[in-house]
C-alpha cells in the first residue's frame, strides 16, 4: 500500500507453501522487512545468507527477509534455526531502528 493507503504498490509472496509471517515492518525507503517461520525446503535465500537451507529437519525455522522499495527483489533473506522447530516472532522493527541509529551516528561522526 501507498502511504495514504489509497493503492497497492506491489504484491508478491516468498515461498510456495509452508510458511508463516509473523511480523513485517516498512522502513524509511520503503524496503519491506518480513519475519516468521517456514517449513519450506525451497525458502528463497540470499548469496551469503546466513543459514541457506532449511535446518529444522521436518520442523520449522525461523527466517528474516529484506525486499526491495518497488518488491521486485531480496536484499536479503536467510533461514534461522537450528535442529528443533524454531521461529522469529513479532516485528523486525527493532532492527530496522538498530540500523537507523547506526546511520545517524555515522552521519553525525562525518559532519563533524
Not at 502511504?3 to 509471517?21: E, F, K, Q, R, W
Not at 509473523?22 to 516468521?36: C, K, P, Q, S
Not at 527477509?65 to 516472532?89: H, R, V
Request: net charge positive; charged share 15%; aromatic share 8%.
Amino acid at each position: 500500500m501507498n502511504s495514504t493507503g489509497s493503492a497497492l504498490v506491489y504484491s508478491t509472496y516468498l515461498a510456495d507453501s509452508g510458511i508463516h509471517s509473523t511480523g513485517i515492518a516498512v522502513d524509511m525507503l520503503a524496503n519491506a522487512y518480513v519475519a516468521g517461520r517456514t517449513t519450506s525446503t525451497s525458502f528463497p535465500t540470499t548469496a551469503g545468507a546466513l543459514q541457506p537451507t532449511l535446518g529444522g529437519g521436518s520442523f520449522s525455522d525461523g527466517f528474516v527477509t529484506k525486499l526491495n522499495s518497488s518488491g521486485s527483489a531480496l536484499a536479503y533473506s536467510t533461514y534461522l534455526g537450528g535442529s528443533a522447530g524454531d521461529s522469529i516472532n513479532g516485528s523486525p522493527s527493532p532492527l530496522m531502528r538498530y540500523l537507523r541509529d547506526r546511520r545517524h551516528l555515522r552521519r553525525r561522526r562525518n559532519q563533524q
